[in-house]
C-alpha cells in the first residue's frame, strides 16, 4: 500500500490565508470602532474627572473588562439577535460575502470585542492623563491662561502617548487572539476557529503555523509600541 | 531698581485667607495678609518654607493650588476683584496681564513642545499679535536675556538647554505678552551661584526695560535685596514687618527677621594637621562612558572638616560615592587611616564600612518611610555592634539626646518629624555606627536657614565631642565659612585648589575660584549692580 502525501506546504498556506484574512478583517473593524471610542471616553473622562459622567464611564468600563467576551457575546446574541432580531446569530461568512454583508454579518462580533477591550484601553487612558495632571508644566500651563480642555490635549496627552500607545497595541494583539473564543460563540470562518479544529484533527503544521501568526504578532505590535514611545517622546529622539 | 514717582496702584489684596487640605483636615495657610504693589515696582515676599509666600503669590493672580480654597479677602488687579471672577474670566488674565515665573524650569516646561512654541503660547492664545510677529519679538526678548544663539534656541526642546537657560526662556515666556505684573517664584533657588547671578541681572534688566511690576518670592534675603524696592517678610501666614529694601537691610525692626540675617555669622576658627584620616590619589571615575572625574587628589585631616564646594556637575557628589565604595574608580587609589581600601565596595570588610558613614541632602527619601525612629537608629547599632534588647535601647536614647531630641520620639514615623528633625536623626543614624568619618553631602540644602543654623552648630558639637572627621559637600559658601577648616574647590571634574579656609578664601585666587567667590550674593542692595560693573570692566 502506498499513499501521497501531497503537498502539505501549499495545503496549510491555502487553508490559513482566506480565515487570516476573514481574522484580521473581523480584528481590523473592531479596532476602528474600539481605539477612537476608547480615546475620546479616556480623555474626557480625564477632562471631567470625578464628575457623574467619569465615574459611570469607569465603573461602566470596569464592568466590561470583567466579563468573558463568550458572555459578552451571549448577552448580545440575546438582546439583538433572538429579542430584538436585528443582527443574525451566525456570523457566516465566505469568500463571495460582498463586503456590506460583511459588517451586517460581524456586527455582533464587533461589538462584543470592542465591548471587551475598550474598557482596559479607556482605563488606562484616563489615568496617564491624570498622572501628568499633578506635573508642575501643566500648572504652569494653567497660570498661563491655558483652558481645560487645551491642559489636556495639548499638554498632557502628548506626555502620555506612550504608556496609551502600549495598551493599545496590548488590546490589538488581544483582539487578533482572543477571537478564538468570539469565532467560536458566532460561529465566524476565522484563524482561531481554524486553530482550534486543526487541534482536534491533529493537524500539526497548520497549529504551528498559526501558533507562529499568534507569536509574530505579539512581537511586532510591542515593538510598534515602543517605536511610538521613542517617537512621541523628544528627549528620546532628540540627543542633548 | 526704579523709583515710584507716579505711584499708581496696580495690585492691592486686602485681608487675604486662605485654608489648605492636607492630613485630612483645613489647614489655615494664610492668616489675613495684605499686600499693595505698585506699577513698574518690585516688592520682595520672604519666609521659611511654610510662611505661604509661595500661596500668597499664586493668589495674587487670583489662583490657588488644589487642595486650597481663598476663604474670604478681595485681590484687586486693575480695579477688578479677582476673587470673585469664575475660572473662565480669570484665564483671560492669567498669562497676558499677570505672568507667572516657576521655580523648577526644568520640571515647568513641557518636555513635549519646543521651546519657541510654549514661549510665545499666551500671547498667541490671546491673539495679541500675529504669530511671526511674536517669534520675532521672543528672538530679541532671548537676546535681551543674553542667552546663546538666541535666533535658534527656541526651536530646541527643555531637555537640550541648562537650567540657568531655561530659566531665563521662563521670564521670556512670562515677558512675551507684555504683562503688567509677572510673580516670580523663587526663580534661582535651584541655580548654582554662578548661573544665579546671570539670570538674576537678565530679569532685573528686562523688568527695568518694560517697566512691569513684579512680586519676587524668595527665602534668600540676599537675592530679594538686588531685585525688590520694598520688601515684605512673611512668618506662618502672617506679616511680620514690611518697608523699603534699605530700610529692611539697615534697621530691621522685628526679632525675627533680624534672626533671618544672623545665620551667616556662625564662624569657627580653623585648624588642621598632617595626620590624614583619608586621601585620596590621583582618582578618575566614570559613569558608563563619561567620565566625571579627572585625577582628584584630596587630603583630609583626621578630626577636621573639609569642605568640597563647586557648582552642581563639578564631581563633588561622585567624589563622595567613590570614597563611599558606591562607584568604584577607574584609576588612582583611596588610603583610609593608612591602608589602601578596596574600590568596590563589596570586598571591603565591615570595620571599613562602619567607619565611613553618609547623610544625605534629602532627609525626606533617605530613610524608610515604614520604620520608626527606634528601628532608623537601632539597625546599625545592631549591624556593627551586635547590640541587642536593653542595651540596644538605652543606646539609641543616649543617640537621641546627643542630637538634642528625646526618649518621646522613638515611636514616631519620618512623616510625623520636621525637616530639621529627620536631618538630625539622619545624623544620629549615622553616628550609630561609631563612625571616624562622616560625609555630609549638602546636608542643610533642603533645610531653612534658621534650621541649618542649628544643624551646622550641632555637628561643630559632636566634632568636639567625638573628634569625627567631616567630608562637608556643599555649593553653598555661608555653610563653607561657617563649618569648614580646609576648603576644596571643584569644577568640571577636577580639583582647582585645596587649602586653609583662609587662604582659599582670601585673594589671590585661581579664576574660577573668583567667580565661585564673586556670585555669592551679599547683604547689599547695590551688591548686583557693583558686581556687574566690576566683571564689564
Redesign the interface.
Known sequence: MQGDQGDRSRLVVELIIPRLKNTLFLTGVSALVAIPLALLLGISAALYRNSVYDRSATGFSLVTVSSPEFFTGYIFILLLATLFPVFPTIANVNEDTSLIDRFYLTALPVFTLTLVTMGHMMRMTRSAIINILS???I?????????RY?VIVK?AL??AWAPIAQVITINLAYMLIGSVVVEFVFNYQGIGRLMVGSVYNRDIPVVQACALIFASTYVILNLLADLIGII????LL??? | MTSNNKKELLLEMKNIHIDGFSDERWHKILKGVDLNLYRGEILGLIGESGAGKSTMGKAAMGYTQPGCKIIKGEIIFNGTDLAKLTEFEKRKIWGTKISYVAQSAAASFNPAHRLMDQTISAANRAKISPTDVLRRDAVQLYESLQLPDAENIGERYPHQVSGGQLQRIMTAMAMSPRPELIIFDEPTTALDVTTQVEVLSAMRSIVDKFNTAAIYITHDLAVVAQMADRIKVLRYGEEVEESETREMLSNPKEEYTKSLWSVRSLIKPEETNDDYMLSIKNIDAAYGSSKVLHDVSVNIPRGKTVAIVGESGSGKSTTARVITGLLPQTKGEIIFDGKKLSPKLEQRSKEELRRIQIIFQMPDTAMNPKQTVDEIIGRPIEFYHGVKGKERETKVIELLKMIELDETFLDRLPSELSGGQKQRICIARALAANPDLIICDEVTSALDQIVQEGILKLLQKLQKNLGVTYIFITHDIATVKAISDEIVVMYQGKVIEQGLKSKILNPPHPDYTELLLSSVPEMDPDWLTNLLNKRSN
Not at chain 1, 139 to 147: I, N, R, V
Not at chain 1, 232 to 235: G, L
Request: aromatic residues 8%.
Open positions: 506635573s508642575e508644566y500648572e504652569m500651563a494653567k497660570l498661563s491662561g491655558a483652558t487645551e499638554h502628548p506626555n512621541s517622546n523628544p528627549r532628540y540627543p542633548k
